[in-house]
C-alpha cells in the first residue's frame, strides 16, 4: 500500500488540525504567516471592518518576488530547478534554476520599470505554456505592479474587454503559440484586441518564438527578450498584504468579465501553508500541475505557491492526449521524479477514453509519485476509482474556484490522509466553514441537499472584492445569504464531515416538482463499462418542466448498439435513483463541448437540446462540437 494511502478505519489528524483552526482562527493564520518573509511583519490577522467581508493582516508588507525567489537563492538553493518546462509540442526539456529564474526576473522586472511600469499599474500577460509566462508574471509581482493573465489564443473581442477593464500600462505577449500539432499566431488577436479596446498600452513587449515571428508595430511593440537583455536587475518593491498582486478575469453573465482580485499576504500566506497543509510538498520535491497559467489552478499552482514553497514545478506546455499520446502524462511524471500531480477530471476522463486498460503506463517508473489531486469539476466516481487501481496511488478529488484561489476541501497530506469516498471533495481545509443551505438561508441537516455557502470571513488567499467593482462582488456572492458566500455549487455535507459537490447550483433540475442532481445522474451514467465521459442537462417539457438527457461519449474500442445502450443507462438510472428521476433518454455523441480549462459547457447544451439560439462562449475549446451536439439532437426531429 502506498506511504499515505489511508487503511481501513485508519485515523487521521485531520479533526484536531481543524479544530486547532476553529478554536483561534487568527492565531492560526499568524503562525501560518511566519512560514513568509515579511518587510513589516503583521501584528494583527483580520480587519473585520475593511472591504466587503474584511481584510487579512491589514498592517503587513512584503513581496512576493522575493518570497517566491530572492529567499531560496539566499538560502543555498539557487542550483535547484525551479521550473522544468516540459514541451511535448515542440520537443523540448528546458530548466531554470532558481537562480536563472530570478536572474530572468529581475532583469524583465528592470525593463518594465524602465518603461514606466510602477506599483499598482497593470500589465496584461498573453502568452502560452512558456517560462517566461512565469518571468513575466514574478517580474510584475517584484515591482507590485498588477498582472493579468489572459489565456492565449483567447479570441480578439475577449482580449480586449479585458484590456479596456483593466487598462493595462503594458502588455506582454508572444508571437505564437502551438495547440496540438498546429501553431497559433498570437500577435494578429493583440493587433486586432487592441483596435477594439478603447484603452491602449503604452508599450508591448513581444515573445518572439521560433515557430512563427511577428511583425513588430514601431513605436508600440518591441522585442522582449532584447529588451530584458539590456535592462538592469531591480529590486523587489515593498507592498503592503492588501495591495492587489493580480487580477484573472472570468466570463460574466452580464457581458463584462469579472476581474477577480487577489491580494499579496493572504495569497502568499494561504498558498505556502497549503503546500505542506494538503500536498504534503517540501522545498526541493517535484510537483507536476497539469494546467494553463491563464486559469486560476496554474496561477496558484504551476507558478506561486510552488516557488514560495521552494519546490519544483513542471510546467507542461502540451495535452493529455495526442502529444504524442494518452501516455504523456506517465512519461512526464517520470522523467521528472514527480511526487505529486494535480491535474482535472477531463484530462483523465480523456486518457481513459484512448487508454482504458493502461497500457501507455508501462515502462514508466512512477516510484517518487505520492498522491493525484483533481479539481475543475466535480469527478464522477468511475474516473477516481480507475485511476486509483491504475496507479495505485491515492486519489484526492478537491474542491475550489477562481474565486478562492486555494482548496475549500481537500483532503491533507500533512495529517494522514482520511478515507475518501469517490465521489467525494474531502472535507473544509481550515480556514473554511462550509455548510448546505435551504432556498431560505437556512443551515441544512448533515445529508441535506442544498446551495454550498461559507460563513464569512474568506480565509486568507481568497478574493477580496472584484476588480474596481466592489457592488457586483456584494450582489454576485454576498446578497443571496447573509452573512455567507454564495459558491454557486450544489450538494451537502454529511454526519463525517466530507462534502459532496454535485454541480453548479444551475445544474438542479426541476421534474414535476422534484428537483433532481444532474451530477448524480452523471455519476450512474459514467458507472457503463462502455461509458467514457458523459454529461446531463434538463430539456423543457411541457408537462413535467424539465425532463433529464443524458449525452455520452463511449471508451475507445467499445462499440454497442445505441438503442441496447440506452435502455441499460435508463435501467441503471431507474436502479440507483428510482423513478422519480423520469430519465428516459441517451444519446451517444463524440465528443462534448468544453471550455480550454476542461469544464463541460453544461448551460449551452441545455440551450441546444431545447432548441434555442444559442451564443458561442468565448471560452469554448472546439466550436464545431456544437454543431456536433446539435446535429444529433435534432437529426429526425425537424
Given at each position: 500500500?502506498?506511504?499515505?494511502?489511508?487503511?481501513?478505519?485508519?485515523?487521521?489528524?485531520?479533526?484536531?488540525?481543524?479544530?486547532?483552526?476553529?478554536?483561534?482562527?487568527?492565531?492560526?493564520?499568524?503562525?501560518?504567516?511566519?512560514?513568509?518573509?515579511?518587510?513589516?511583519?503583521?501584528?494583527?490577522?483580520?480587519?473585520?471592518?475593511?472591504?466587503?467581508?474584511?481584510?487579512?493582516?491589514?498592517?503587513?508588507?512584503?513581496?512576493?518576488?522575493?518570497?517566491?525567489?530572492?529567499?531560496?537563492?539566499?538560502?543555498?538553493?539557487?542550483?535547484?530547478?525551479?521550473?522544468?518546462?516540459?514541451?511535448?509540442?515542440?520537443?523540448?526539456?528546458?530548466?531554470?534554476?532558481?537562480?536563472?529564474?530570478?536572474?530572468?526576473?529581475?532583469?524583465?522586472?528592470?525593463?518594465?520599470?524602465?518603461?514606466?511600469?510602477?506599483?499598482?499599474?497593470?500589465?496584461?500577460?498573453?502568452?502560452?505554456?512558456?517560462?517566461?509566462?512565469?518571468?513575466?508574471?514574478?517580474?510584475?509581482?517584484?515591482?507590485?505592479?498588477?498582472?493579468?493573465?489572459?489565456?492565449?489564443?483567447?479570441?480578439?473581442?475577449?482580449?480586449?474587454?479585458?484590456?479596456?477593464?483593466?487598462?493595462?500600462?503594458?502588455?506582454?505577449?508572444?508571437?505564437?503559440?502551438?495547440?496540438?500539432?498546429?501553431?497559433?499566431?498570437?500577435?494578429?488577436?493583440?493587433?486586432?484586441?487592441?483596435?477594439?479596446?478603447?484603452?491602449?498600452?503604452?508599450?508591448?513587449?513581444?515573445?518572439?518564438?521560433?515557430?512563427?515571428?511577428?511583425?513588430?508595430?514601431?513605436?508600440?511593440?518591441?522585442?522582449?527578450?532584447?529588451?530584458?537583455?539590456?535592462?538592469?536587475?531591480?529590486?523587489?518593491?515593498?507592498?503592503?498584504?492588501?495591495?492587489?498582486?493580480?487580477?484573472?478575469?472570468?466570463?460574466?453573465?452580464?457581458?463584462?468579465?469579472?476581474?477577480?482580485?487577489?491580494?499579496?499576504?493572504?495569497?502568499?500566506?494561504?498558498?505556502?501553508?497549503?503546500?505542506?497543509?494538503?500536498?504534503?510538498?517540501?522545498?526541493?520535491?517535484?510537483?507536476?500541475?497539469?494546467?494553463?497559467?491563464?486559469?486560476?489552478?496554474?496561477?496558484?499552482?504551476?507558478?506561486?505557491?510552488?516557488?514560495?514553497?521552494?519546490?519544483?514545478?513542471?510546467?507542461?506546455?502540451?495535452?493529455?492526449?495526442?502529444?504524442?499520446?494518452?501516455?504523456?502524462?506517465?512519461?512526464?511524471?517520470?522523467?521528472?521524479?514527480?511526487?505529486?500531480?494535480?491535474?482535472?477530471?477531463?484530462?483523465?476522463?480523456?486518457?481513459?477514453?484512448?487508454?482504458?486498460?493502461?497500457?501507455?503506463?508501462?515502462?514508466?517508473?512512477?516510484?517518487?509519485?505520492?498522491?493525484?489531486?483533481?479539481?475543475?469539476?466535480?469527478?464522477?466516481?468511475?474516473?477516481?476509482?480507475?485511476?486509483?487501481?491504475?496507479?495505485?496511488?491515492?486519489?484526492?478529488?478537491?474542491?475550489?474556484?477562481?474565486?478562492?484561489?486555494?482548496?475549500?476541501?481537500?483532503?491533507?497530506?500533512?495529517?494522514?490522509?482520511?478515507?475518501?469516498?469517490?465521489?467525494?471533495?474531502?472535507?473544509?481545509?481550515?480556514?473554511?466553514?462550509?455548510?448546505?443551505?435551504?432556498?431560505?438561508?437556512?443551515e441544512l441537516p448533515p445529508g441535506g441537499n442544498g446551495a454550498l455557502a461559507i460563513r464569512l470571513p474568506l480565509p486568507p488567499g481568497c478574493a477580496p472584492t472584484l476588480w474596481q467593482d466592489e457592488p457586483r462582488f456584494r450582489a454576485a456572492y454576498l446578497s443571496r445569504f447573509p452573512g455567507y458566500y454564495e459558491t454557486g455549487d450544489a450538494g451537502r455535507v454529511d454526519a463525517s464531515?466530507?462534502?459532496?459537490?454535485?454541480?453548479?447550483?444551475?445544474?438542479?433540475?426541476?421534474?414535476?416538482?422534484?428537483?433532481?442532481?444532474?451530477?448524480?445522474?452523471?455519476?450512474?451514467?459514467?458507472?457503463?463499462?462502455?461509458?467514457?465521459?458523459?454529461?446531463?442537462?434538463?430539456?423543457?417539457?411541457?408537462?413535467?418542466?424539465?425532463?433529464?438527457?443524458?449525452?455520452?461519449?463511449?471508451?475507445?474500442?467499445?462499440?454497442?448498439?445505441?438503442?441496447?445502450?440506452?435502455?441499460?443507462?435508463?435501467?441503471?438510472?431507474?436502479?440507483?435513483?428510482?423513478?422519480?428521476?423520469?430519465?428516459?433518454?441517451?444519446?451517444?455523441?463524440?465528443?462534448?463541448?468544453?471550455?480550454?480549462?476542461?469544464?463541460?459547457?453544461?448551460?449551452?447544451?441545455?440551450?441546444?437540446?431545447?432548441?434555442?439560439?444559442?451564443?458561442?462562449?468565448?471560452?469554448?475549446?472546439?466550436?464545431?462540437?456544437?454543431?456536433?451536439?446539435?446535429?444529433?439532437?435534432?437529426?429526425?426531429?425537424?
Open positions: 500500500m502506498p506511504e499515505d494511502a489511508p487503511a481501513a478505519g485508519s485515523s487521521s489528524r485531520y479533526d484536531d488540525l481543524y479544530a486547532d483552526w476553529q478554536r483561534d482562527p487568527h492565531g492560526w493564520w499568524l503562525r501560518a504567516a511566519a512560514g513568509i518573509d515579511w518587510d513589516q511583519p503583521p501584528t494583527r490577522a483580520f480587519d473585520p471592518d475593511s472591504g466587503p467581508y474584511g481584510r487579512w493582516f491589514p498592517d503587513g508588507r512584503l513581496n512576493t518576488c522575493g518570497n517566491a525567489l530572492d529567499r531560496h537563492v539566499a538560502a543555498g538553493r539557487g542550483a535547484q530547478p525551479a521550473i522544468i518546462h516540459d514541451s511535448p509540442v515542440t520537443g523540448t526539456v528546458a530548466t531554470l534554476t532558481y537562480a536563472q529564474l530570478l536572474h530572468r526576473v529581475e532583469r524583465l522586472a528592470g525593463a518594465l520599470a524602465a518603461r514606466g511600469l510602477r506599483a499598482g499599474d497593470r500589465v496584461v500577460i498573453y502568452l502560452p505554456m512558456v517560462p517566461d509566462a512565469a518571468v513575466a508574471m514574478l517580474a510584475c509581482a517584484r515591482l507590485g505592479a498588477v498582472h493579468s493573465v489572459v489565456f492565449g489564443g483567447f479570441a480578439a473581442p475577449e482580449l480586449a474587454a479585458r484590456i479596456a477593464d483593466a487598462q493595462p500600462r503594458l502588455i506582454l505577449a508572444a508571437s505564437c503559440g502551438i495547440e496540438g500539432g498546429r501553431v497559433v499566431p498570437y500577435k494578429p488577436l493583440l493587433d486586432a484586441a487592441l483596435a477594439q479596446s478603447p484603452h491602449q498600452p503604452e508599450a508591448c513587449l513581444i515573445l518572439q518564438r521560433p515557430q512563427l515571428a511577428a511583425t513588430l508595430l514601431p513605436g508600440r511593440d518591441e522585442d522582449w527578450l532584447a529588451a530584458e537583455a539590456a535592462a538592469a536587475p531591480h529590486p523587489c518593491v515593498s507592498v503592503a498584504a492588501t495591495d492587489p498582486l493580480y487580477i484573472l478575469y472570468t466570463s460574466g453573465t452580464t457581458g463584462k468579465p469579472k476581474g477577480v482580485v487577489r491580494d499579496n499576504g493572504g495569497h502568499a500566506v494561504a498558498l505556502h501553508r497549503s503546500m505542506s497543509l494538503i500536498y504534503g510538498l517540501r522545498a526541493g520535491e517535484v510537483m507536476f500541475t497539469a494546467s494553463d497559467v491563464g486559469w486560476v489552478v496554474g496561477h496558484s499552482y504551476i507558478v506561486y505557491a510552488p516557488l514560495l514553497a521552494g519546490c519544483t514545478s513542471v510546467l507542461f506546455e502540451g495535452k493529455p492526449v495526442g502529444t504524442p499520446d494518452a501516455g504523456t502524462f506517465w512519461r512526464t511524471c517520470a522523467q521528472h521524479g514527480v511526487h505529486v500531480m494535480f491535474t482535472a477530471p477531463t484530462a483523465l476522463r480523456a486518457i481513459k477514453k484512448e487508454d482504458p486498460g493502461g497500457r501507455l503506463l508501462a515502462g514508466h517508473d512512477l516510484s517518487a509519485l505520492r498522491a493525484l489531486f483533481l479539481a475543475g469539476e466535480r469527478c464522477d466516481p468511475d474516473t477516481a476509482s480507475w485511476a486509483a487501481e491504475l496507479l495505485g496511488r491515492p486519489v484526492v478529488d478537491h474542491w475550489w474556484q477562481t474565486e478562492t484561489g486555494w482548496p475549500i476541501t481537500a483532503n491533507f497530506r500533512e495529517a494522514g490522509l482520511f478515507p475518501q469516498p469517490p465521489g467525494s471533495g474531502g472535507k473544509p481545509s481550515p480556514g473554511y466553514a462550509v455548510v448546505a443551505l435551504d432556498e431560505t438561508g437556512t464531515g466530507l462534502v459532496w459537490v454535485m454541480g453548479r447550483t444551475d445544474d438542479i433540475i426541476n421534474t414535476a416538482g422534484h428537483r433532481l442532481s444532474t451530477g448524480a445522474m452523471e455519476e450512474v451514467l459514467a458507472s457503463h463499462p462502455a461509458v467514457a465521459e458523459c454529461a446531463v442537462v434538463g430539456r423543457h417539457d411541457p408537462v413535467k418542466g424539465q425532463v433529464p438527457l443524458g449525452l455520452v461519449v463511449l471508451k475507445s474500442g467499445a462499440t454497442p448498439d445505441e438503442a441496447t445502450l440506452a435502455a441499460e443507462l435508463v435501467a441503471l438510472v431507474r436502479e440507483r435513483i428510482g423513478p422519480v428521476a423520469a430519465f428516459r433518454e441517451a444519446r451517444v455523441v463524440n465528443r462534448l463541448p468544453k471550455t480550454r480549462s476542461g469544464k463541460i459547457l453544461r448551460a449551452t447544451l441545455r440551450r441546444i437540446a431545447d432548441g434555442e439560439d444559442y451564443p458561442v462562449p468565448p471560452t469554448i475549446d472546439d466550436p464545431q462540437t456544437l454543431e456536433e451536439i446539435a446535429a444529433v439532437l435534432h437529426a429526425g426531429t425537424g
